[in-house]
């Protein structure tokens, strides 16, 4: 099994190395230009004037609008109708006081809904709420700042059916909001502590079930969502879990390593390694869209992997403009194009085909 890991690092070193410098020059010019390396291309970007620190970036369910998480700077708002020019608002949604780690969006009951999770101010953070239907000029906060003392949230997953809605916490592992949807403001749930593990990343299936966390150095936590008590923990060859992600019976880990780990879920509390692709850089994010994965892989940009045979995954191409790959969305029935979050280089956009 672990046999591959070693073909597949010699020829993906290889291969970013030659597209790195390849791609350098390009990543200089205009945002409109375009950069293809093999079947991925970079169409367009956006640069921060005044400092923003983008974190994380969600199309809406339309594929009509983009929304980024800006830390301080709270939420900026993109019109992406046309997917390679990003039309920013002028107005963000801010946050009072508290910066904006991450962002989910849901349509619930014919309504769209962003949630924003809040790091730490004052030593409390927490959750807030906004009605996007109307889209960012019409976004009303439905439930004020729910706050809670000792949390910075990372990541969320929303269990629509309940209204829970499950956090990767820094500091309290998983963190739980419930009584949404937001008729009432809603309220703080119970905390599940990872032994002592920060909550980095999380995901589920949509029977909503088993939830499965990145712990950093605790690498994967598999969790039952009704008991809350941990059926497995992936802690080898795993060494710093930065995220994961679910696609039916598969669960995909990206490693802070350099590599992407590869298991069977099909009985979560016995998960099953099936192969490994090695990436370089630190992979920090994820996104699976049926058999393709692509994956925001720091300094090594972003990357594309076929993962028809999990047991070996194939490169499908691979972007490496200049910054680093934080978090990535990959909206379906958006011809091919997706988004990046870059730190304090901004948005970029790609197209894969």
Not at 93 to 100: A, D, E, G, R, S
Request: charged share 5%; hydrophobic share 45%.
């Amino acid at each position: 099994m672990h046999t591959l890991v070693g073909r597949n690092s010699i020829a993906i070193a290889i291969f970013l190395a030659l597209l790195s410098a390849s791609c350098s020059a390009v990543a200089q010019t205009a945002s409109s230009s375009a950069s293809t390396v093999s079947n991925l291309t970079l169409v367009s970007s956006w640069t921060p004037t005044s400092g923003q620190y983008i974190r994380d970036v969600v199309a809406d369910g339309n594929n009509a609008y983009l929304y980024a998480a800006a830390g301080y700077n709270g939420i900026l708002c993109f019109q992406i109708s046309n997917s390679s020019n990003l039309i920013q608002f002028a107005t963000n949604l801010v946050i009072t006081n508290y910066p904006v780690n991450d962002i989910l969006i849901k349509e619930i009951n014919s309504r769209e809904y962003l949630f924003a999770v809040l790091g730490t101010y004052n030593g409390m953070g927490g959750i807030a709420i906004y009605d996007i239907t109307a889209g960012p000029a019409g976004a009303v906060l439905t439930n004020g700042t729910n706050t809670v003392a000792g949390v910075s949230g990372n990541s969320a997953y929303m269990n629509a059916s309940t209204g829970l809605i499950y956090v990767a916490d820094e500091f309290m592992g998983i963190q739980i909001y419930t009584n949404f949807p937001v008729l009432a403001p809603i309220s703080n749930g119970p905390a599940m502590p990872l032994n002592g593990h920060s909550g980095i990343g999380i995901d589920s299936l949509g029977t909503y079930a088993v939830l499965y966390v990145a712990a950093a150095d605790g690498g994967v936590y598999i969790v039952n969502s009704s008991s809350m008590t941990v059926l497995a923990q992936i802690s080898s060859p795993v060494s710093i879990a930065n995220s994961v992600r679910v696609n039916q019976n598969t669960l995909a880990v990206a490693d802070q390593s350099g590599y992407i780990w590869f298991y069977n879920i099909a009985i979560p509390s016995n998960p099953q390694m099936l192969g490994s692709y090695f990436i370089g850089g630190q992979p920090t994010d994820i996104a699976i869209n049926g058999s393709d994965v692509f994956v925001a892989a720091g300094s090594q940009g972003v990357v594309w992997i076929d993962i028809t045979s999990t047991s070996v995954p194939v490169l499908k191409g691979a972007s490496v403009p200049s910054g680093r790959a934080l978090k990535l969305n990959v909206p379906t029935g958006n011809g091919g194009y997706f988004y990046a979050a870059y730190g304090l280089d901004g948005i970029r956009v790609f197209q894969y085909q």
